[in-house]
T-cell receptor, first 110, second 117 residues
């Protein structure tokens, strides 16, 4: 059974601080990893994709991938109240299907 | 780029009626589209995967005769909830995967909120 694990939270972070979201996966052959953001009542929105070990930065967001340890993380710098949402980690399997984590609820406190 | 639309955004219907939801990729060709369902405060649940021109593949526990999926073109997939009942009330979301260089990325539509009375 392919699994993607996330801490459900809520994760509470003060405004301006760094929010760190983590995800582990079970399928060693996975090559593609995604972070989606989902606001309450809305559909998921792609934030970052990462395919290689290391860091990938896009604005205030940094995705980190460590295939040896089978984890992927998302850092949000200078957190804003508008970043409050549920963050979904998704890992693509060999059939191009996404295996979803249950999501981490992030709350940025002003 | 990579915009996916859904119609309608919200529908309220009586029990026993059928509801059709459309999912369109607006600026790319989608060889594969996915249909998800999400109940309040729960995670996304994949219902089925549809490939253009072929039958959809349904996840375990999803009734294919109740949730009819048609993917007639590279830009349109439809989900029909037949004989809807109150327990079918949910947030239905489609996603599309591009046939091109963005092949591995799924882009989501805005979702359709279904309420069955």
């Amino acid at each position: 059974q392919k699994e993607v694990e996330q801490n459900s939270g809520p994760l509470s972070v003060p405004e301006g601080a760094i929010a760190s979201l983590n995800c582990t996966y079970s399928d060693r052959v996975s090559q593609s990893f995604f972070w989606y953001r989902q606001y309450s009542g809305k559909s998921p929105e792609l934030i970052m994709s990462i395919y290689s070990n290391g860091d990938k930065e896009d604005g205030r967001f940094t995705a980190q991938l460590n295939k040896a340890s089978q984890y992927v993380s998302l850092l949000i710098r200078d957190s804003q109240p508008s970043d409050s949402a549920t963050y979904l980690c998704a890992v693509m399997d060999s059939n191009y299907q996404l295996i979803w984590g249950a999501g981490t609820k992030l709350i940025i406190k002003p | 780029g990579a915009v996916v639309s859904q119609h309608p955004s919200r529908v309220i219907c009586k029990s026993g009626t059928s509801v059709k939801i459309e999912c369109r990729s607006l600026d790319f060709q989608a060889t594969t589209m996915f249909w998800y369902r999400q109940f309040p405060k729960q995670s996304l649940m994949l219902m089925a995967t549809s490939n253009e021109g072929s039958k959809a593949t349904y996840e375990q526990g999803v009734e294919k005769d109740k949730f009819l999926i048609n993917h007639a073109s590279l830009t349109l997939s439809t989900l029909t909830v037949t004989s809807a009942h109150p327990e079918d009330s949910s947030f239905y979301i489609c996603s599309a995967r591009s046939a091109g260089e963005l092949q591995e990325t799924q882009y989501f539509g805005p979702g359709t909120r279904l309420l069955v009375l």
